[in-house]
């Protein structure tokens, strides 16, 4: 599949080229960083939003404001075409406030681009276990 779009050459790199095309708004472009089966926990404490259109549902909000999203890598693991990362990430409006934080967890797979994207997003870490 091509597409316009930049690709994540490395895991590492998914968040911050996400955070380049959240400060453009440019939505399709932020989806194509996500597979196909891909299960977003966000917020944790409600139902996971799954697929691309989970994925796109998942920054709509995001959009008007354009935020910027800093994200560094903190742990990282690859076997073949999948991974696990963990990251501390941070969105400041223009002014560089704070206005939302946390620590992620995410499994990543290499997508049909060539390029990598997210498997499981858990930006707020893994949700507590369900009985």
Partial sequence: MTTPYKKAERPRD???TIGHYLK???LDAIVTFFHPDCVICFPPDQPPARG??????AFEPFMESKPNLIS???HEM????????QADWRIEDDEGN??????STEVVKKLD??????????????PGMQD
Wanted: glycine share 20%; proline share 2%.
């Fill in 14 to 16: 998914i968040a911050n």
């Fill in 24 to 26: 453009e708004g440019n």
């Fill in 52 to 57: 691309l259109e989970g994925a796109r549902k």
């Fill in 72 to 74: 560094t890598v903190t």
């Fill in 78 to 85: 690859i076997v073949g075409d999948t991974g696990v990362l």
């Fill in 98 to 103: 704070v206005v939302a934080q946390g620590n």
């Fill in 113 to 126: 681009n060539g390029g990598w994207g997210y498997f499981i997003d858990c930006p707020l870490g893994l």
